[in-house]
Nanobody, 120 residues
Framework: QVQLVESGGGLVQAGDSLRLSCAASERILLVAWFRQAPGKDRALIAGINHSGGSTYLAASVKSRFTISRDNAKNTVYLQMNNLRPEDTAVYYC????????????????WGQGTQVTVSS
């Protein structure tokens, strides 16, 4: 089982930026970021394949967030710009043990999450 640790969350104001990190205990392949707001289902917001050659961003974040990875560090990043109050949620990273690009398939490992709170 791969251990995933998210970091970088916090309390910011609307319009600010944050960079989340997902650090893995070993090499990771497909990785995605999900978020879950209070009272809502967990939602996929970004994904990246093993090489970084394929990425996915949900429509709600596409113009503001970017996903990237540093395979030498076994780490995936989520750069979040122009944050809005509706981005407030717990953010989770997860990984699939394959070389594919199906970001909606089942995930094998999950982190514990990091809280992002955006005040207006």
């Amino acid at each position: 089982q791969v251990q995933l640790v998210e970091s970088g969350g916090g309390l910011v104001q609307a319009g600010d930026s944050l960079r989340l990190s997902c650090a893995a205990s070993e090499r990771i392949l497909l990785v995605a970021w999900f978020r879950q707001a209070p009272g809502k289902d967990r939602a996929l917001i970004a994904g990246i394949n093993h090489s970084g050659g394929s990425t996915y961003l949900a429509a709600s974040v596409k113009s503001r967030f970017t996903i990237s990875r540093d395979n030498a560090k076994n780490t995936v990043y989520l750069q979040m710009n122009n944050l809005r109050p509706e981005d407030t949620a717990v953010y989770y990273c997860a990984t699939q043990h394959n070389y594919g690009t199906n970001y909606y398939a089942r995930y094998d490992d999950w982190g514990q999450g990091t809280q992002v709170t955006v005040s207006s």
